[in-house]
């Protein structure tokens, strides 16, 4: 019976984070609902909050769940992009794009920027 429920609790651990089920997030669901200009300040908030740089949002991709948070990709005008992970409490944690690999979070998807 005990190795019946280690290998279910392996199996579990094994599944991968994007075949789970997404959490309810109504906050991000909200923040999706904005039109682009309040949206991107928004963004542009939790960026600066960050105390990261960001003259303004530019484009902003809603990326869907990663474990129970929301993630959306933000790309600045002059600045960084960024990854924004949103929780169902409203809590934020947002990092740079570049960093993500490196904390084994999934990677942004912006288009490539234009030279």
Do not use: H
Not at 13 to 39: C, E, G, H, M, Y
Not at 89 to 109: E, G, H, T
């Amino acid at each position: 019976m005990k190795t019946i429920l280690g290998a279910l609790a392996m199996l579990a651990l094994t599944v991968p984070a994007a075949a789970q089920k997404p959490v309810p997030n109504p906050f991000s669901d909200r923040l999706a609902r904005l039109k682009d200009i309040p949206r991107r300040a928004v963004l542009r908030r939790a960026i600066l909050d960050s105390t990261l740089w960001c003259d303004r949002v530019e484009q902003d991709v809603r990326q869907g769940s990663f474990r129970n948070l929301s993630m959306w990709s933000a790309r600045c005008g002059r600045g960084a992009d960024y990854g924004i992970f949103i929780g169902a409490d409203q809590s934020v944690q947002v990092r740079p794009c570049a960093d993500l690999v490196k904390f084994k979070l999934p990677a942004c998807r912006l288009p490539p920027r234009k030279r």
